[in-house]
């Protein structure tokens, strides 16, 4: 017969006990362990795997706006520092290697392929270690680390240079796993789409805001002579304030999350109350109780993390060719923006999404569901990638004032598929087989994202490279093929997993063991 024990904690306190109890303590923390079920009580039932379940049918709770919010701020860094860069990664490229105009794209997809292959290799460590450790100090450490490697890459005179600082950065990779699993330990499974709206929305102002820094202060002083005219620091190190200033708002934040996130990791929480206010003796250990294998082989999971990874495809390959198709002149296929105009372009995107996210995403998700989301996005998915060779068409032809009074409107709008990228995360968070998990499961899919993009961007800024040399399908060969990736994505999003059924067979599990 299984090892098998349950606790009670009573949420009320003796009259006259000004004290705050244990249990309302843990309830602020943790306002739901399991992001896959509703409790309105501490009630925990303690299995022999050391894995912790509550009772599915209780009251929901509120998020703690608070908490979400510093957890967004810290969401803030990543973005910031990865897409600062974007507005000049291929004239610093240039210039550092004296490059031919047509290999540009090569080289910075490249630095951030090998990124992305750093943070492949160790994100499931992070992921494993803020189940173990802890998500607090993993994320502050995390933070810290991404800061200061971002505040060197403005330093880098060599196309190396380059390489080893962006690597760097991404050995700092627990920052967005860690948040991830942070916010659905905060959320249940009714508050869980507007906890993760917002953490996509602060997402996109680092979208917004990382391209506006890295465009209005990169260059100092050529764009500023009568400020920084004569600096030899800013001649020398054109993209250094850049850099520096990322690295700045990155440490603010770190100290800020550092004082006021709470932890959330349901053992360190127990082992920080259970036994010095409850008195109960010391708490079983919540320990991830499944092997990464036995994850993937959990129902649903290995389809999510497969549809996880096609959307993160279409991001990446998208994300690498997008500013390389706007730096590249009209006449080969571009089109033949200034780094100002990429990331006032950029900033656009990001604020249309943020716009998209926050506005429009919870509502709908309540509407059709996450997979009705999904199957929207999926659907606009190829629509929305034929829009940059039309604008191209558009400047071939001589309609300027046609292109820019349409390629505002067409960015926009078609930026409403960001939204697939909050819903597969919610589709994560309810394939999960139990909260101990949580953070094992995003680091594994973060890892294996992480290994997507480690080839994506050079693959595809090669392949447009390719075909600006070659001129396939008038330039635009390399949009068929995004298009073609994107129909594929609109096939599996017809097969994915019923959540509620998942759950319902996560219930029965448990009962089933219960009655052992």
Request: hydrophobic content about 50%; charged content about 15%; aromatic content about 10%.
């Amino acid at each position: 017969m299984a090892d098998h024990r349950k606790t009670h904690i009573s949420n009320t306190s003796a009259p006259g006990d000004t004290s705050l109890t244990a249990a309302n303590r843990i309830d602020e923390q943790t306002p739901l362990l399991n992001p896959s079920q509703d409790f309105s009580e501490a009630t925990t039932d303690i299995g022999s795997d050391g894995t912790q379940y509550g009772d599915a049918g209780q009251d929901d709770k509120p998020l703690p706006m608070a908490q979400i919010l510093f957890l967004c701020a810290a969401r803030l860094i990543e973005p910031i520092a990865f897409f600062s860069i974007f507005p000049y990664i291929n004239k610093m490229c240039q210039e550092n290697g004296s490059l031919e105009d047509a290999d540009v794209g090569f080289y910075s997809g490249l630095i951030e392929s090998l990124f992305s292959l750093t943070q492949m290799l160790v994100m499931v460590f992070w992921g494993k270690a803020a189940d173990h450790l802890g998500r607090k100090p993993v994320l502050v450490f995390s933070m810290a680390g991404v800061a200061v490697a971002t505040s060197m890459f403005g330093m880098a005179t060599t196309i190396w240079e380059m390489i080893v600082f962006r690597c760097l950065a991404g050995v700092f990779a627990g920052t967005i796993v860690t948040i991830r699993t942070m916010i659905s330990e905060h959320s249940t499974v009714k508050t869980q789409a507007r906890a993760f709206s917002l953490f996509a929305f602060t997402g996109n102002l680092g979208i917004l805001f990382g391209p506006l820094i890295g465009g209005v202060l990169a260059e100092p002083a050529s764009q500023y002579p009568s400020i920084f005219h004569g600096v030899p620091f800013f001649e020398r190190y054109p993209y250094a304030l850049s850099s520096f200033a990322v690295g700045a708002i990155g440490l603010v934040i770190t100290l800020i999350c550092a004082i006021n996130i709470e932890e959330t990791l349901p053992s360190k929480i127990a082992a920080q109350y259970g036994t010095e206010e409850i008195g109960t003796g010391s708490p079983a250990p919540a320990k991830p109780s499944m092997s990464t294998w036995d994850l993937i082989k959990s129902p649903g999971v290995a389809l999510v993390l497969y549809t996880y990874q096609h959307i993160m495809l279409l991001a990446f390959a998208y994300t690498a060719v997008t500013p390389v198709f706007w730096y590249t002149s009209v006449e080969l296929g571009g089109l033949g923006f200034s780094p100002l105009q990429i990331s006032l372009f950029m900033s656009l995107n990001g604020l249309s999404q943020a716009a998209w996210l926050l506005l429009v995403f919870p509502p709908l998700q309540n509407l059709i569901g996450t997979n009705g989301v999904l199957r929207a996005c999926a659907t606009a998915y190829p629509a929305f990638l034929a829009i940059p060779p039309l604008l191209n068409m558009l400047l071939r032809s001589g309609l300027t004032t046609a292109f820019w009074i349409s390629a505002p409107i067409l960015m926009a709008l078609g930026c409403g598929v960001a939204m697939s990228f909050t819903a597969i995360q919610l589709a994560l968070n309810d394939v999960a087989p139990n909260p101990q998990v949580l953070g094992t499961l995003n680091g594994l899919c973060l890892a294996l994202a992480s290994g997507v993009r480690s080839f994506s961007p050079a693959l595809f800024a090669s392949l447009f490279a390719v075909n600006v040399h070659t001129q396939w399908a008038e330039g635009y060969a390399i949009w068929i093929l995004l298009i073609i990736i994107a129909f594929g994505f609109t096939v599996v999003s017809r097969r994915m997993p019923d959540y509620d059924e998942l759950r319902k067979r996560r219930e029965r599990k448990v009962n089933a063991e219960q009655d052992r």
